[in-house]
């Protein structure tokens, strides 16, 4: 864990500086320059809009953190979204129940995430390769069910779902908060969660080990899958609406959010918060920018700018910490 | 853990990489001749050159795309590099009136962006992915900007020869993928440089050990993708006669899809540019079969989709069984 | 955004500051607009004939566009996050109307006045629509297209968008004008979403396929440019082909002789209209329900006014489209 290592052998200020990431550094200049410039920025409304676009956006990053940790990608976590979406709301029009529905989506999931798990933990294939030909059959089978068109019209029990709340909270950020409870204690409490780490940094060891490094590596997809999937639901509540195309895209926004929050592709060197961090810091962005009015084509520059500059932050604090040692 | 195809030095008939080519060529030639059991008018001359031009198009993005991937890296900029390189090359074309302006301005854009990505993942040891990744997002956004809602059109016909032109009955932008293709082989197979990437690909460490000059060699990869994503922002240009901010966006994903459907691994160190050309027109050959076969658009997607699969699970069962009872 | 390319390097030094101003500026009401996207030049011109009604009737706009053309989600978050700012009158083309129509009901729940524009966004109490009849156009031109041809001969169809509403309403006038004309003949219907490359491809493997084409409908201008290129290349000079939109290079391609016809789908006007409606209905006059810009059939004998560019246009009022 980068993070964490950097803290040795400083102190004071310096420490606390060097304990943030770059990610959570653009968070707090952007947060203060988007209320000085337009207050409306910290209305309790924006606070709840960037809260749910936060949450869906976690719900994608949560997954694609512990599937990056082993060293790994999947860029058929968007089309996933949109193929899982189609199913619900396909089965709600078929007449099935909402946990039919929900089941079906799920098997579904798994069985993607079970194909995508075998083809990168037990042939070793590239794990970018491998999803970027499950995303074509999934957007695929998504677009061939719809004939391209959105579907809509099923139970309006999902969308009162997705706006309903939890005491005060919004029920979508609730539970992105405690899917990062569940995926915090499964992996940093858990065995099973030293294996996924373990694979990451370095699978032959495990496997020497007498772990059945194969199937963690596989349970890891499978179970990545079967979050994305069940996410969809949120998403389709949001929408009132199933779209075969929605998700495209959402992949790579999620592992720029992983990644700008400190979790690095290799050797599986990342922390969990680290997506709610980086998930924060690209919403904050988009959200900011649309109150501030700013033309479209410079919010696409910002983006850019955002994501180099959060990992220029990091890479000068390394060699900060590595000079100061 | 894959071994690097160069350093295998095996007295048999046939080196895997030759065999994985050979296989695509079989598989291009079964394809092909199924399509023409269906219509005869497949096979006609006019659509073979039909075809082979729009992968040419594909080949050419995906090209300096396949020496970064040989060489460890990844590109993700490619597209958003064609889309500015053929706006500015527009503008140049359109204000000055003179063709050579706009080579000059798209081919300088174009390595500018990769020399900008090989200084990023050198100097400030950026992940490539992240880096080209940004740069994707940069390059995008500055086209939207200088182009405000607008296309430029209206090629000169002395430019627009380069992409509808024909010389000896062959249109230009295959001309030109051959020149590129042949370049890209000789800079692979028969310089230092060539062996020198595949080595970087298949182990850096070992490479910068062994005297390798990893950081130039990478910042002129990623430079050479550069110049082939503004080599073909040019016949993009040259083809459509117009350009618009939106034209490079769709092409990265089928781009990497030719690179890896040719055989060249992700993990680096093997692969080679040649195919990435038999990808490039496995790609375009299944589209256009689809098409004949009057297929709804919506299957296409699930068809790239299993190629992409299919192909690499061959390759594996084919090096796996090439390596012997293992 | 309505500048010119010259002095977009004086505009990027002087960004930093618009930043801290645009939120100060507060004489008269605020209009957001949407777009959906800043690669189709169509847009461009809504964008413009909002500018301009605006600044006539003295209110200031704020543009909003997807950075991903098209992209649903991220034009929800837009649309979540404009009503944060609360403007005061917001006008709304949706990137997809099922996908968007939650949204618009609670911004519209909240007292924000919205104007549909451009495309139909679904069953919402929208102050207004204002947009043009998409079936119609397409009916319209089809029909130039089968009456130009004589009545008879092979043509061949490029849709739009599958499920959009500007795509599907189209293809339906399509439809219902060839079954009108019994001895035209429909080779094949694909779709070039909009778009310039698959309009040029999808034409090039047609070509290959069919032997003789006497026509191409395209749902839009991008993908009937990109036809016209591939029917040149292959020697086709002299297949009719007709589209929907008007953008400025399309209408040089009609007195060029290459594009036959186009329906006019007029962006700027429906700008222009929109902006005003809604403008007058929040300063307390009654807003229509729905006002319906016709489209002409722009041709070689009447393009000139298409070829003027937007800003040197002069907006419409509502009343030449209200009172008819």
């Known amino acids: ?325 | ?326 | 955004m309505r500048t010119t390319r010259s002095t977009r390097c004086v505009l990027a030094a002087v960004i930093c500051g618009t930043l801290f101003n645009s939120a100060a500026r507060a004489d008269g009401e605020t209009i957001a607009a949407f777009t959906k996207n800043q690669v189709d030049p169509h847009f461009e011109g809504v964008r413009a004939g909002v500018a301009q009604m605006a600044a006539k009737m003295k209110a200031t706009v704020k543009y909003y566009t997807p950075t991903k053309p098209n992209n649903i989600t991220e034009g929800m978050s837009q649309l979540e996050d404009v009503g944060v700012t609360k403007p005061n009158l917001m006008l709304f083309m949706p990137i997809d109307a099922k996908a968007q129509l939650p949204t618009i009901k609670r911004l519209i729940e909240s007292g924000l006045p919205i104007i549909n524009y451009n495309d139909r966004g679904g069953d919402a109490p929208y102050l207004s629509f204002v947009g043009q009849d998409d079936y119609k156009l397409g009916h319209d031109i089809a029909k130039t297209l089968f009456d130009h041809l004589g009545g008879k001969g092979n043509v061949v169809i490029l849709e739009g968008v599958k499920g959009s509403t500007t795509g599907d309403e189209r293809k339906r006038g399509f439809d219902a004008a060839v079954k009108e004309y019994p001895n035209i003949k429909v080779l094949a219907s694909q779709p070039a979403n909009f778009q310039r490359l698959l309009g040029m491809q999808t034409m090039e493997n047609l070509i290959q396929q069919f032997s003789i084409i006497d026509g191409v409908i395209s749902a839009a201008d991008a993908s009937a440019l990109g036809a016209i290129e591939a029917l040149n290349a292959a020697g086709r000079k002299n297949v009719a082909v007709v589209s929907i939109n008007g953008v400025p290079e399309a209408v040089e391609a009609v007195k060029a002789g290459s594009l036959l016809a186009i329906a006019e789908f007029d962006g700027f006007k429906i700008g222009c209209v929109a902006t005003a409606v809604g403008l007058n209905a929040i300063r307390g006059q009654s807003a229509p329900k729905q006002v319906t810009i016709p489209g002409a059939i722009i041709t070689k004998a009447n393009y000139a006014p298409w070829l003027v560019p937007y800003k040197d246009r002069t907006c419409p009022t509502p009343d030449a489209y209200i009172a008819k």
């Open chain 2, 1 to 326: 853990m894959t071994v690097p195809a160069t350093l295998d030095i095996r007295p048999s008939s046939l080196s895997p990489d030759a065999a994985a080519l050979l296989g695509r060529v079989v598989l291009i030639v079964l394809i092909a001749g199924a399509l023409t059991a269906v219509d005869p008018g497949f096979a006609s001359v006019s659509n073979l050159l039909n075809m082979l031009r729009q992968a040419s198009l594909l080949f050419l993005v995906a090209s300096g795309l396949t020496l970064v991937i040989i060489g460890g890296g990844l590109d993700l900029s490619v597209g958003a590099n064609l889309t500015l390189s053929a706006c500015l090359a527009a503008a140049a074309i359109k204000t000055t009136g003179n063709p050579w302006y706009g080579v000059a301005v798209a081919i300088g854009a174009g390595t500018l962006i990769g020399f900008a990505n090989g200084l990023m993942i050198n100097r400030l040891r950026l992940p490539p992915f992240l880096a080209t990744f940004g740069m994707l997002w940069v390059a995008q956004g500055i086209a939207y900007w200088f182009m405000a809602g607008q296309t430029i059109y209206g090629m000169p016909m002395s430019f627009r020869y380069f992409g509808t032109g024909f010389f000896l009955g062959v249109p230009l932008p295959i001309w030109i993928t051959l020149m590129v293709c042949l370049a890209c082989s000789i800079l692979l197979h028969r310089t230092t440089f060539g062996r020198e990437t595949y080595f970087m690909g298949a182990n850096q460490t070992t490479a910068l050990l062994s005297g390798v000059p990893v950081e130039r060699r990478r910042l002129l990869l990623y430079v050479l993708s550069g110049l082939t994503a503004g080599i073909a922002s040019l016949v993009y240009l040259a083809r459509l006669n117009a350009a618009e901010p939106g034209i490079g966006e769709p092409l990265l994903l089928p781009a990497i899809a030719a690179v890896l459907v040719g055989g060249t691994s992700l993990f680096g160190g093997n692969g080679n540019i040649v195919g990435t050309v038999l990808g490039a027109i496995l790609l375009t050959i299944i589209v256009n079969g689809l098409n004949l076969l009057n297929v709804a658009a919506t299957w296409h997607p699930f068809v790239n989709g299993a190629v992409v699969l299919v192909a690499i699970i061959a390759d594996l069962v084919i090096s796996r069984r090439r390596s012997g009872s293992r």
């Open chain 1, 1 to 325: 864990m980068s993070v964490t290592t950097s803290l040795q052998g400083k102190s004071g200020i310096g420490q606390f500086l060097s304990a943030i990431p770059g990610a959570g550094i653009l968070l707090i200049l952007m947060l203060a320059l988007f209320t000085i410039v337009n207050p409306r920025f910290v209305s309790q409304t924006n606070l709840i809009n960037v809260g749910l676009q936060t949450s869906l956006l976690l719900m994608i990053a949560l997954p694609m953190t512990l599937i990056i940790l082993t060293e790994g990608l999947d860029l058929s976590a968007g089309a996933l979204v949109g193929l899982s979406g189609v199913i619900v709301a396909e089965a709600l029009l078929a007449g099935w129940g909402v946990f039919a529905a929900c089941t079906a989506t799920l098997a579904v999931s798994i069985a993607f995430g079970a194909l995508n798990g075998v083809l990168v933990a037990y042939l070793a294939l590239p794990a970018f390769v491998v999803t970027l030909g499950t995303m074509g059959l999934m957007q695929g089978i998504a677009l061939v069910l719809t004939n391209g068109d959105p579907v809509g019209g099923f139970t309006p029990a999902i969308e009162i779902f997705y706006r309903s709340q939890l005491w005060f909270i919004p029920l979508p950020i609730a539970i992105a908060a405690a899917l990062y409870a569940a995926l915090w204690l499964l992996l940093y409490r858990t065995r099973l969660g030293n294996y996924v780490i373990a694979i990451g940094g370095n699978k032959d060891a495990l496997r020497l080990a007498g772990i059945r490094a194969n199937l963690v590596h596989l349970a890891v997809y499978v179970l990545g899958s079967a979050i994305i999937g069940l996410s969809a639901v949120l998403l389709i509540g949001r929408t009132n609406s199933a779209h075969p195309t929605v998700g495209i895209g959402m992949e790579f926004e999620a592992i720029a959010a992983v990644v700008l929050g400190g979790t690095s592709f290799e050797k599986g060197q990342g922390w969990l918060f680290g997506a709610v961090l980086g998930a924060l810091a690209i919403t904050v962005l988009r959200n900011g920018l649309n109150i501030l009015s700013i033309d479209s084509s410079l919010q696409v520059v910002c983006i850019g700018i955002l994501l180099i500059l959060a990992l220029l932050i990091d890479q000068a604090r390394k060699q900060f910490v590595r000079r100061a040692t």
